[in-house]
Structure formats: C-alpha cells, structure tokens
Nanobody, 121 residues
Framework: QVQLVESGGGLVQPGGSLRLSCAAS????????MGWYRQAPGKQRELVAT???????NYADSVKGRFTISRDNAKNTAYLQMNSLKTEDTAVYYC???????????????WGQGTQVTVSS
C-alpha cells in the first residue's frame, strides 16, 4: 500500500513561519506531481501549491511570495515552507501525490490525513 504522512503543523502567531513535510511510503514506483491543499472550517478544499517531478511549481494567488513548495525525490518527500503567515491561512493542510505503484500501470492520486495549521495571536 501507499501512505502519505504530513507533519509540521501547529499554532503560530501572525507573521510567523512553519514548514510542513509530506512523506510518501510503500510500494512506490514513481511519483509525478505533488501538492498541498487546505480546507478551512466551512469552506471547500482549495489548492495551495503544486510541484511536478521536474520541479515546476504553481501557487494560489493568496500564497504567492509567502509560501514555497519543494521536494526531495530521493526521500519521496514534499515540503511547504510558509512565511508571513496570516490568520486566514488557518486550515487543515493536506498533501496530495500522483503515484504509480510497483507492478501497476496507472497513476493515481493519494491523500494524506491532514495537519492543522492555526495562525492566531
């Protein structure tokens, strides 16, 4: 099986920083795009940032210039460096990865369990 595990969430004051990690494990042959999404209470899940296997990146307008997505392909891990955090960044952050499993022919999307980020004074 394949598992994505997020870590690094927590409580931080406005203007502070956090770094999220997403580690993929299991019978993985390859990982294509990886991404971070978030869902605030009462709102739909939204895209935060994505990164391809070639390290091309894409960001939501609301986080451009503040958040940076990166990945370590050797560790099957993606990161989200979040700086200048605002109260409106408060949400559960989810990792997504497009993974081809060993012996499989197709690529499928997998989700982590989510990590809470709370920005409050």
């Amino acid at each position: 099986q394949v598992q994505l595990v997020e870590s690094g969430g927590g409580l931080v004051q406005p203007g502070g920083s956090l770094r999220l990690s997403c580690a993929a494990s299991g019978m993985i042959a390859s990982i294509n795009a990886m991404g971070w999404y978030r869902q605030a209470p009462g709102k739909q899940r939204e895209l935060v940032a994505t990164i391809t296997s070639g390290t091309s990146t894409n960001y939501a307008d609301s986080v451009k210039g503040r958040f940076t997505i990166s990945r370590d392909n050797a560790k099957n891990t993606a990161y989200l460096q979040m700086n200048s955090l605002k109260t409106e960044d408060t949400a559960v952050y989810y990792c997504n990865a497009m993974i081809r499993k060993v012996f499989a022919t197709g690529t499928y999307g997998y989700w982590g369990q989510g990590t809470q980020v709370t920005v409050s004074s």
